[in-house]
């Protein structure tokens, strides 16, 4: 990628970052974001770093063995993740990891459905799989994910937090939006009686 398409995809990630945090979907030095690069590299979101408040010069590119290429600091702590997902997806160009609180509340309460509400989550969402628990950050994690991968674009990772990917930052950006949306409607709809799951779910 040239350096155009490396500081528009900058621009991007810092904008993705700023969009999570509005939401209330990370908070602190919550979440971590990544693309990769048309060379195969990858650019993510530093550790232990506020990601509403970061700035393109904050932003760390890695080889794909992970190995710092440029920037500072050290790369995410979810790198593992990550990589793991891009190994295990060819066509993933784009992760998002966030602690979405409906999403959460859901799923640590038991209330997560195994079924569709709403035809917008059925048709954006897919099958949206719970990741058994692993600790933050480890290979174990890694790899639980990525054996969950065929299943669809978007896991919850059990007392944790949920990662989604896409063909773009926006694409896996709108997934994790549309995850917690959802779950707002659904925690909402329970506190008013048992939802309806969708026709054919």
């Not at 990525?146 to 674009?153: I, N, T, V």
Request: net charge negative; proline share 6%.
């Amino acid at each position: 990628m040239n350096t155009l398409g490396k500081d528009r995809l900058r621009s991007q990630m810092i904008e993705v970052c700023r969009r999570l945090y509005d939401r209330g979907l990370i908070a602190a030095t919550d979440g971590n974001v990544s693309a990769r690069l048309s060379d195969g590299n990858i650019l993510v979101t530093p550790s232990g770093m506020h990601k509403g408040l970061l700035d393109r010069t904050d932003l760390i590119i890695i080889d794909p063995e992970g190995h710092v290429l440029e920037g500072y600091g050290r790369p995410s702590s979810e790198l593992a993740m990550h990589m793991a997902i891009y190994q295990g997806d060819p066509k993933a160009m784009a992760v998002v990891h966030t602690h979405p609180p409906w999403t959460l509340a859901l799923s640590l309460s038991g209330h997560w459905p195994s079924s569709h509400f709403l035809i917008e989550s059925r048709l954006l969402l897919g099958k949206v799989s719970i990741v058994p628990f692993e600790g933050p950050g480890t290979e174990a994690l890694a790899q639980a994910v990525a054996k969950a991968l065929h299943q669809g674009p978007v896991q919850i990772l059990a007392h944790h937090g949920a990662v989604t990917r896409g063909a773009s930052l926006w694409e896996a950006f709108n997934l994790m939006e549309c995850l917690e949306h959802t779950s707002r409607i659904v925690g909402l709809a329970r506190m008013l009686g048992e939802p309806e799951p969708l026709p054919g779910d």
